[in-house]
């Protein structure tokens, strides 16, 4: 039999009262202390907080950063039925059937030879995969833009664009360091950057992870070749090689 309604207020207090903590008060000091009041406005979605002066998602002259709290704000109004907080372990598919198209895009343009074309799907790809809320597991995002990385990786590669090759194969050994691409895509644009010595390092710190693996162990071994035919060429005045890289 239900409770009268003049006593389930009351009761519901009480209830309340029950399974909440009481805040402990050295910490709550603490909050209060560094609370900074802020003056901030919603854009016309009412979404996404801007700052009152300039309009701005992050302003350094007001000292505010939003950008962080505007991505879980566009989360949460995009998915109106997400249980808060979200249950454990929660994807989402449709965000990841986004990054994965938009991968294979890139990947039918790297087969045809459209190295930047390839490169910008890759670039949409790997945005899509770091807009994952952030209560997803974070292995999620990992795997996606570590694929992802390693592709645009490549692509750079065939485009003549070195640096940024192996800028995104530190990228994918950050993220994966375990995973052979990362280390055998560094290893080749460091070669093809003329550091040798640098490449088989790479090598052979991919190598610790994964000692059989063929493409690696190719790699150090055309490496080595080079290496032994340095050794053999004439030795300058000041005791380097000619093909010698002094960078």
Known sequence: MAAPPQLQQPMQAQFQQQILPRPDP???????ADFRPVDLTLDSTNVTALCTPHS????????????????LSKVLSAN????????PNVVNQKLSQIINQTKEEGNALFRTHQWEKAIGRYTQAAGFATQRAPWE????????????????SAAYFENGELVAALTDAEAVIQLKKPWSKGHFRKAKALIALGL?????????????????????????????????????????????SPTENTT
């Open 26 to 32: 050295v910490m709550q000091a603490v909050i209060e």
């Open 80 to 87: 109106p039925t997400l249980l808060c907080p979200p249950p």
């Open 137 to 152: 597991a974070q292995q999620f995002m990992r795997e996606e833009l570590s694929t992802v990385l390693s592709n645009r």
């Open 196 to 240: 040798i010595p640098q490449a088989k390092e790479a090598v052979q710190y991919g190598l610790q992870f994964d000692p059989t693996n063929q493409e690696m162990i190719g790699v150090l071994q055309d490496i080595e070749l080079v290496l032994r035919s340095y050794a053999n060429q004439p030795r300058r005045d000041d005791g380097s």
């Open 56 to 71: 701005r998602e992050k302003c350094d002259e007001c000292d505010v950063d939003y950008i962080q709290l505007n991505r």
